[in-house]
């Protein structure tokens, strides 16, 4: 754990720093806003040396925000990501929406107005995939497909014991409260906190909180699984009953969203998650009707 900084420029997004003997890694780097504070922390750390890899756990806007401005600071940096992910960054409309949000995030937390940046910036020099390792000298980092939250979703294991897991897995609280975050895919998800489960890191580095104390990791990846089970039952539970998708959206934040959550996440941020897992979640229903039908149809 000596070899890994926490270098967090703000609210709303992690970054983590792996310091290998010949190289460097940062391990997601947060939202637009928070690139200058990024980058002081990031320079504080390495003194003299370089950062040489930006790995991004998936493309959403509070993981790789800051992106741009790294690349201007470290211009021989390569950003490494999914393939899908580099598929993903080069849509006009997707760099236009995480241009959009990272302004909106900005004035969420009170910052300043962000720097413009160029959108060719932002982009995954590299591929990474399920079992590829970066060695960085004395220390590796071996890469983790774990799809639900996106589909673009990957998890870093670093020197075989301190585990990245993505949002595929769901993120802590403070309160100890494990939330969901499946918004393609819950089977995939439940599949995703398996392998890591199987892994049996060390140490756990949940998103969007850090460090998960030695007292909640014995049941963590069981509570990451209840958490998935729990509020895909209530979501059904609901659409039996005839409840919408708002009214949906409405009951579950207030049966799931707890004080603690409500200081560490922005309600929008909140409910456009939840709204994502809703649907998914009724797709997924709808599917299976459909199937239902087609067989009966069919015998």
């Known amino acids: ?7 967090t420029g703000g609210k709303g997004g992690n970054a983590f720093l792996i310091l290998g003997k010949e190289k460097t890694a940062l391990i997601d780097c947060g939202m637009a806003y928070c690139a200058t504070s990024l980058i002081s922390n990031i320079k504080q750390v390495l003194n003299k040396r370089t950062l040489n890899y930006i790995l991004i756990s998936h493309s959403h806007y509070d993981h790789i925000g800051a992106i741009p401005y790294l690349k201007k600071e470290w211009p021989t940096s390569r950003v490494l990501g999914a393939e899908y992910a580099q598929r993903i960054l080069k849509r006009s409309n997707a760099l236009k929406t995480i241009k959009s949000l990272s302004t909106q995030a900005a004035i969420l937390y009170n910052a300043d ?13 590299d591929i990474i995939g399920d079992g590829d390792v970066l060695d960085l000298g004395g220390l590796e980092i071996k890469i983790i497909k774990t799809l639900g939250h996106t589909q673009c979703s990957l998890s870093f294991l670093v020197n075989h014991e301190t585990l990245f897991p993505s949002e595929s897995a ?3 609280s403070k309160s100890g409260k494990i939330y969901p975050s499946f918004i393609t895919s819950s089977s995939k998800a439940i599949d995703s906190i398996h392998i890591c489960q199987k892994i049996n890191p060390r140490f756990i580095i949940s998103p969007h909180y850090g460090l998960v104390h030695e007292s909640h990791s014995p049941d963590y990846w069981k509570n990451c699984i209840l958490a998935v089970e729990e509020t895909k039952e209530f979501i059904l539970y609901l659409s039996d009953q005839g409840y919408d998708e708002d009214q949906i959206l409405t009951e579950y934040e207030q049966d799931f969203r707890d004080e603690q959550n409500r200081l560490e996440q922005p309600i929008n941020a909140f409910r456009l998650n939840a709204q994502s897992m809703i649907k998914t979640v009724l797709r997924t229903k709808v599917d ?4 239902e039908v087609h067989s009966e149809r069919t015998d």
Not at 113 to 125: G, S, W
Request: with cysteine.
């Open 1 to 7: 754990m000596d070899k890994i900084v926490d270098v």
């Open 288 to 291: 299976f009707l459909a199937k």
């Open 170 to 172: 769901g993120c802590m």
């Open 113 to 125: 107005d962000i720097i413009d940046y160029d959108d060719a910036l932002l982009k995954v020099d």
